[in-house]
């Protein structure tokens, strides 16, 4: 069995920042690829940025240059850093990870219950 739990969401003021971390527990042998998606509401769940096990990156275009992904392999989690928010970004944020749990196994998604981000003044 394998858990995501995130963290740090909350309301935060236009131009604000919050950090969202996401540590994998359970039984877990490999972590591929981490990341964080989104889904606002009537809209479709989309993609806010991965990082895969060699740190390599993909970030969204709507979020560029305002949120920065990053990881910590010796703690399973993978965090998001969001500056400079708009209300635009108001959304439940979900936790991605691609995991295998045993030698031979296949790589599998694996996903949190999701944590409220709400940019309001």
């Known amino acids: 069995q394998v858990q995501l739990v995130e963290s740090g969401g909350g309301l935060v003021q236009p131009g604000g920042s919050l950090r969202l971390s996401c540590p994998a527990s359970?039984?877990?042998?490999?972590?591929?690829?981490m990341g964080w998606y989104r889904q606002a509401p009537g809209k479709q769940r989309e993609l806010v940025a991965t990082i895969d096990i060699g740190n390599r990156t993909n970030i969204a275009d709507s979020v560029k240059g305002r949120f920065t992904i990053s990881r910590d392999n010796a703690k399973n989690t993978v965090y998001l850093q969001m500056n400079s928010l708009k209300p635009e970004d108001t959304a439940v944020y979900y936790c991605?990870?691609?995991?295998?749990?045993?030698?031979?196994?296949?790589?599998?998604?694996?996903w949190g219950q999701g944590t409220q981000v709400t940019v309001s003044s």
């Open positions: 991605n990870a691609v995991i295998r749990t045993g030698w031979g196994r296949t790589w599998d998604d694996y």
């Open positions: 359970g039984s877990i042998f490999s972590i591929h690829a």
